[in-house]
């Protein structure tokens, strides 16, 4: 799918035909449409081969953030957005790469699926310009980071609540789904923040005093992604330690009491056998043998059993 959009003060407008200074959107193009959008940037033959290679390494989820200046003077960039996972992975989140393609008329992007960060850029009203609507676009993306460690915040605190409760292994997977998400979180917000400071360094999008304020932001919220996203990962690794603890104290809670019944149980079992055996016994010929036996077993076994729970062994 290929879209023209025009971002102005008040709306964006979905044009039918392209125009110069408007955004380019590509979800998941087919060959076609890599023709087409090769036309409208007038490439060569040599850069559509180069095109067609950096919209293939984007439906790499694996693609790490790049920075490149081609040699028509194009930049293209790839950046690491976060997803909620479509369910196909054992983790609620992913981060998927974003494509940016700046010419001197356009900016392209292009994902390969339907994209959180696309979709919040429509959202958004402002006047086009090339370099203030790719920092615009790039903070929403550490703003997306955040608005997902939010909801996983919200989740954490959840299945937390649910360990206080009781330890099931449905939580504790979880949390280690949970875990393995924040390390993609983690690793990609740190890729981009490498990419944001070598892009920061480039005159042509530090000229204005507005595009300067935008990348203060944009450094801020990515450095406090970052934070948070270790804030949490650390507080995962801590809540299923502390799991780990309450079940092995649990379990050996549960190792002494059912000890503790075997010695009270072997009392009576004992005297049961050396009254089994075919060899004189005491009492063997008085009526109230059985009685008595089993009085002074429960006597000895209450006994036992008193004694081990003053001991705090019951």
Known sequence: MIEFLKPTSTDLLELKQPEKNIWINLVHPDEKEV???SKILDLKVQDFEDLKLDIESISDDDEI????KKDNGFIFMIIKTPQDSTGSLNQDYVTVPLGIIITKDYVVTIVSKKNTVINRMKQKTFAFDRIYFTLRLLLVTSRSYLYFLKEVNRRLKKIEHSLELDQNNKEIADLLDIQ?????FNTSIINNQILFEKIFRTPMFI?????????????DENRQAMQT???YSDNITHTLTVVSSIISNNLN????FLTSVSIVIAIPTLVASLYGMNVPLPLQTNPQAFILVLTISVIVSVLIGVF???RKLF
């Open 35 to 37: 023709v087409e959008l």
């Open 253 to 256: 809670r549960i190792v002494k």
């Open 308 to 310: 081990l729970w003053k």
């Open 180 to 184: 393995k998400s924040l390390v993609y």
């Open 229 to 231: 996203t270790q804030i």
């Open 65 to 68: 953030p790049i920075y490149e």
């Open 207 to 219: 000229k204005s005093k507005k595009n300067k304020e935008i990348i203060d932001d944009l450094l």
